[in-house]
C-alpha cells in the first residue's frame, strides 16, 4: 500500500495559479502511475490526469489540458499538480491516486487515494 498526502489547497481568484503536492510513502514507486482526480460541488468524481513514474509520460483530461502540469519528483517521492488559468468550474476537492499498473480515467482503477485538499476559485 502507498500512503498519500495532498498539501497546497486553498482560495484562489479565476485567473489565477495554485500547485498542489502529493507525497507517497510506504514503497517505492518504480512501475506505478500516479494521478490526480476532483470532485466538485454536487459532481462526480473526475479525471483530472495521470502521470507515469518511470517515463514521465502524462495524460490530461481535455477540460484542463493546456493549463494543468503534472510532474514528479523521484528523489522526494512527491508529484505536483500545477493548475493556471483556474476558473469557477475548476473549484472541487483534488484526490491524489496511485496505481500500482498503468493507471486510467475511472476511479476503480486506482487503489491508493489521498485524503483531497479543497481548491475554491473565486470569480
Known amino acids: 500500500q502507498v500512503q498519500l498526502v495532498e498539501s497546497g489547497g486553498g482560495l484562489v481568484q479565476a485567473g489565477g495559479s495554485l500547485r498542489l503536492s502529493c507525497a507517497a510513502s510506504?514503497?517505492?514507486?518504480?512501475?506505478?502511475?500516479m494521478g490526480w482526480f476532483r470532485q466538485g460541488p454536487g459532481k462526480e468524481r473526475e479525471f483530472v490526469g495521470r502521470?507515469?513514474?518511470?517515463?514521465?509520460?502524462?495524460v490530461y483530461a481535455d477540460s484542463v489540458k493546456g493549463r494543468f502540469t503534472i510532474s514528479r519528483d523521484n528523489a522526494k517521492n512527491t508529484v505536483f499538480l500545477q493548475m493556471n488559468s483556474l476558473n469557477a468550474e475548476d473549484t472541487a476537492v483534488y484526490y491524489c491516486?496511485?496505481?500500482?499498473?498503468?493507471?486510467?480515467?475511472?476511479?476503480?482503477?486506482?487503489?491508493?487515494w489521498g485524503q483531497g485538499t479543497q481548491v475554491t476559485v473565486s470569480s
Open positions: 510506504g514503497r517505492t514507486l518504480s512501475g506505478y502511475t
Open positions: 502521470i507515469r513514474w518511470n517515463t514521465g509520460y502524462t
Open positions: 491516486v496511485a496505481s500500482n499498473s498503468v493507471g486510467g480515467s475511472q476511479p476503480r482503477q486506482y487503489d491508493n
